[in-house]
């Protein structure tokens, strides 16, 4: 079992930034390549960003490329989301989840263990 605790949402001016974390604990959290997914109001849940289990491989959806960045410290227990240049489509509820095994994937039902959200509001 892998339980994940995110923080670090918020209410931000477009253009501003925020900086997720996810904290997880339980099981070596080495062993999992980690996402993060999004899910605004009357929409699916939705792909962002993914890291492999060393940090080595990185895959984004594309209209975050460039503005947002995934990363982790195993040493921590804990992966990141920094996001920047945000805009009002940004805003949604933000998961981690973390997926057993060394291959990302963008798909959810891929991952097994999910954090509880965190809110993030993008004001225009």
């Known amino acids: 079992q892998v339980q994940l605790v995110e923080s670090g949402g918020g209410l931000v001016q477009a253009g501003g930034s925020l900086r997720l974390s996810c904290a997880a604990s339980g099981r070596t959290f080495s062993n999992y390549a980690m996402g993060w997914f999004r899910q605004a109001p009357g929409k699916e849940r939705e792909f962002v960003a993914a890291?492999?289990?060393?940090?080595?491989?990185?895959y984004y959806l594309n209209s975050v490329k460039g503005r947002f960045t995934i990363s982790r410290d195993n040493a921590k227990n804990t992966v990141y989301l920094q996001m920047n240049s945000l805009k009002s489509e940004d805003t949604a509820v933000y998961y981690c989840?973390?997926?057993?095994?060394?291959?990302?994937?963008?798909?959810?039902?891929?991952?097994?263990?999910w954090g509880q959200g965190t809110q993030v509001t993008v004001s225009s």
């Open positions: 890291i492999s289990w060393s940090g080595d491989v990185t």
């Open positions: 989840a973390a997926r057993l095994g060394k291959v990302i994937s963008t798909t959810p039902e891929h991952y097994n263990y």
